[in-house]
T-cell receptor
Framework: NAGVTQTPKFQVLKTGQSMTLQCAQD?????MYWYRQDPGMGLRLIYYSASEGTTDKGEVPNGYNVSRLNKREFSLRLESAAPSQTSVYFCASSPIGGRVEQYFGPGTRLTVT | GENVEQHPSTLSVQEGDSAVIKCTYSDSASNYFPWYKQELGKRPQLIIDIRSNVGEKKDQRIAVTLNKTAKHFSLHITETQPEDSAVYFCALFRDDKIIFGKGTRLHILP
């Protein structure tokens, strides 16, 4: 099992450019999450999908959109990147909502100039 | 929304001593409290969790205690070792999602 995979690992964007971060899990988990991690701010939830076919906003959704493409894949899109979106992005999955362990991907380091 | 306050933000202990990290929360409906460890440049990983029907749980050198009345839970690491150096996050489950504290950076001094 690969667990949770994310692509790309690193990305540099110019302000105003768009991009999609990809996430996939092979553990047959129902729930998937996108977080951003900034120094001193911990892990902040951007969007989550409690089950296939549903998505909900988290703590910091502005400037992002998500798509739960199927049970395995959950993508995060930045339509018009801003320097404030420079961060490390983690995708995570768990079998039953947040009641059990969340498994994290390796992260994507995004820099917006 | 629900907040999790975590203290301290940085903690330095001598190798072999104990480390304690404390978190407080406000919503009494929360019933699942995990702790994650993140080593430098790595992803967060679950190290221990506790549910609201239990007051304490131990796993070798790591223990977690929960006081639901006072709405706080703590991570205890005994006989600290260099590999314990990392950032530790407390968290709780609420409305289908996990809410994380801001993290504690633990330094183990030789």
């Amino acid at each position: 099992n690969a667990g949770v995979t994310q692509t790309p690992k690193f990305q540099v964007l110019k302000t105003g450019q768009s991009m999609t971060l990809q996430c996939a899990q092979d553990m047959n988990h129902n729930s998937m999450y996108w977080y951003r991690q900034d120094p001193g701010m911990g892990l902040r939830l951007i969007y989550y999908s409690a089950s296939e076919g549903t998505t909900d906003k988290g703590e910091v959704p502005n400037g992002y959109n998500v798509s739960r493409l199927n049970k395995r894949e959950f993508s995060l899109r930045l339509e018009s990147a801003a320097p404030s979106q420079t961060s490390v992005y983690f995708c995570a999955s768990s079998p039953i909502g947040g009641r059990v362990e969340q498994y994290f991907g390796p992260g994507t380091r995004l820099t917006v100039t | 929304g629900e907040n999790v306050e975590q203290h301290p933000s940085t903690l330095s202990v001598q190798e072999g001593d104990s480390a304690v990290i404390k978190c407080t929360y406000s919503d009494s409906a929360s019933n699942y409290f995990p702790w994650y460890k993140q080593e430098l440049g790595k992803r967060p990983q679950l190290i221990i969790d506790i549910r609201s029907n239990v007051g304490e749980k131990k796993d070798q050198r790591i223990a977690v205690t929960l006081n639901k009345t006072a709405k706080h839970f703590s991570l205890h690491i005994t006989e600290t070792q260099p590999e314990d150096s990392a950032v530790y996050f407390c968290a709780l489950f609420r409305d289908d999602k996990i809410i994380f504290g801001k993290g504690t950076r633990l330094h183990i001094l030789p």
